[in-house]
C-alpha cells in the first residue's frame, strides 16, 4: 500500500494531522506502507481519488484508492480485519464522538500554534497557495494568526480543552482503555501537527495526556517517535 | 434498592441531572428501585453515605450505601453483571470521556435555562439555601443568569455544544452504538434537568439529538417518557 503523505520543501517532515491519524491506524494495525511525499498544490496527482486532499490510500494489490481520514479507517478495518482499530459499533460510535470533538474543539487552539510555522516549512509555490488560501478561510493575516498574543492565548485555551481527557487519561492507558483504538489516532494525529512544525510546543497543564502522547509515539512501529520535527 | 432523588415542594417532580443519570443506568439495566423523595437541605437524611448530596443508592440486600452518580454505575455493573452499562475497559475509558466533556462542556449552556426555574420548584427552605449557595457559586444574582439575555444565549451555545453529538447520533442509534451504555444515561440524564424543569426547553439546531433524545425517554420502563415536567 502507498499513502500519500503531506510535506514541505524539506520531505522528510509530515505534518499534516489527518495523515497522522491515517499513519497511526496503520501502525496499530501493523500493516505495512509506503508513505510518498506530496505537497498541497500537487492536486493532480491525487486524481484517481476524484479530489485533491491527502491522505489519499492506494491499495494496489486490491485496485482501490480511498480518501479522507475516517474513510481509510473504515476500509484498513474492513479490509484487514485483524487488529481493527475500531471493533464493532460502539467503537465506532465513539470514535465518531471523538473525532466531531477533536475537529469542533481541539483544533481552534492549535490553529495558532501551527499555522505559520507550517508556512515556514514550504517551499515558494506551495507557500504562497497556503497563505493565501488561509488568510481567506480565516479572514486574517498568517503573522496575526500566529501572534504571540494568540499564541499564548491558545497555549492557555488548549490547556482548558486537554482537562477534558485528563480523567480518562488518568485512570486508562488509552482513550480506548488499556490498547489504543481510533479515537487514540484521531487525538494523537491532530496533536502530531503543533508537535512536528513548532520546536515550543508542549502539552501544559494536562500531565496525564502528556504522559499518554508520550506512549502514543511509540505505538506501532514507533513512526512517531522518529519522524523528523522541523528544527529550531 | 433504594435511592435518595432530588425534588422540590412537589415531590413528583424529579429534576437532579446526577439523579436521572443513576436513574437511567438502573433502567437500562432493568433492575427495580424505589426512588425516595429527597430534597437539598435534609443532608441529615444521607448520612449513611458520608456526605449531604444526591444521589445516594441504598442496596438493603447487600447492605451497601453508594453515593456518586458514577460510583453507582461502576457498582451496579459489578454487583448486577447482566446488561452491562460498561462491559469492558473500552466501555468505561469512553463513558469518562463523554462524563467530562458533560460536566465541563454540555453543564455551562444549561445553566441559565434550569437555575432559576429550579428554583421556582423550591420550598421555602430549600428555595432559601439554593439561591445563596448558588449565587456564591456562580457569583451573579440568580435572575441575571436566567435573564432572558442569558437564556437566549445559553440556547446559542447549547445549539453549537450539541454539535459535538450530531455525527454520531446521525450514524447510530445510541453514543454506545446500536444500544445504550452509560455515556448516554450521562448526557440525556444532564438533558433531563432543563426537559423537566422548564417547559420552554427544546433541543434546537441539533436534530439527531432531538431524535436520540426521544430514544432514551422510552428506553428501560420509560420512566424519563413518564417524568413529570414542571408545569408551564
Redesign the interface.
Known sequence: MQMFDLTGEDDRIRFSPFCWRARTAMALKGLNCEYVPWRFTETARLEQSGQGRVPVLVDTERDRVVHDSWAIAVYLDETYPDQPVMR???????A??????TN??LFPPLRPLAVEPVHRLLGETDGAYFKESREAALKAPLAEVSSPDAQGKATADLARVL??????LS??D??????P?Y?DCIVFGTLMWPYIVNPGFALEGAPATGRWFERMLDVGDGGGRKALRAPA
Chains 1, 2 share one sequence.
Open positions: 464493532d459499533d460502539a467503537a465506532r460510535a465513539s465518531r464522538l471523538v473525532e466531531t470533538w469542533h474543539v482537562r477534558t481527557l485528563e480523567p480518562t485512570e486508562h488509552f482513550l480506548g482503555g488499556t490498547a483504538y479515537g
